[in-house]
């Protein structure tokens, strides 16, 4: 628990945050956009059906 404390107590002080608090604004404003589209691909319900080696189309597992 020390060896955290160490590191979050030099990330304070080095100011961090600052530097990397483009990149979250960044983050922040384009995950929303991506939530959707991966959870619809993550939907084993929307999937398109796979075709095995015979040819016979069946559902992903």
């Known amino acids: 628990m020390l060896v955290i404390v160490v590191r ?4 304070a ?5 600052q530097l990397v608090l483009p ?14 589209p991966m ?3 993550g939907d084993p319900s929307t ?3 796979a075709t095995d080696r015979a040819g ?3 559902r992903r597992s």
């Open 23 to 36: 990149w979250l604004t960044l983050l922040g404003a384009v995950l929303p956009v991506l939530v959707v």
């Open 39 to 41: 959870a619809v691909n």
């Open 56 to 58: 016979c189309r069946r």
């Open 47 to 49: 999937r398109p059906l």
């Open 8 to 11: 979050g107590g030099l990330l």
């Open 13 to 17: 002080v080095a100011r961090f945050d």
